[in-house]
């Protein structure tokens, strides 16, 4: 690595300090030769930036009022869908319920070795706990129309 001399050096700093200082001196005398406004200028520009001011401000109300009437549309939206999901909630726990109830009452019927009526089958006659068969007879009677497949009684 060399060594950086002090004439090195203080060429480095003034090769980065004279443009900042030519900037410096070009904008002093662009001050000095700016006139200043006259009045009808200053309330000239003052009424354009007024103006502009203006119309930004009517954007925005404008741009507020519609995001106003899109959230007023969206809130009936979010309450149907807190409701629906509340709805659903409530109807699991309600089939987590009715399935533990209905296990219990398994449970039950099984150890105590009941058959429920309206799963008891029953025949015709009345001699069986069996149901019989529905012959192609008793098909032609209710319905009217012969059996596909099979057409013997049985």
Do not use: C
């Amino acid at each position: 690595m060399q060594e950086i001399t002090p004439l090195q050096f203080l060429l480095g700093i003034l090769t980065l300090l004279i443009p900042q200082i030519y900037s410096l001196i070009r904008d002093a005398r662009a001050a000095k030769s700016q006139k200043p406004l006259t009045v009808a200028q200053s309330e000239s520009a003052m009424g354009d930036a007024l103006e502009k001011l203006g119309q930004a401000y009517d954007r925005a109300l404008s741009t507020i009022k519609s995001q106003d009437d899109e959230l007023k549309g969206l809130r009936p939206l979010i309450l149907d869908i807190a409701l629906t999901k509340q709805a659903s909630a409530q109807t699991q726990l309600d089939k987590d319920d009715w399935k533990a109830h209905a296990q219990k009452l398994t449970n039950q019927l099984e150890e105590n070795r009941i058959i429920p009526i309206s799963f008891k089958r029953q025949s015709l006659n009345g001699d069986s706990d069996k149901m019989r068969a529905i012959t192609a007879a008793q098909i032609r009677k209710y319905i009217g129309t012969e059996p596909k497949g099979n057409t013997e009684e049985k």
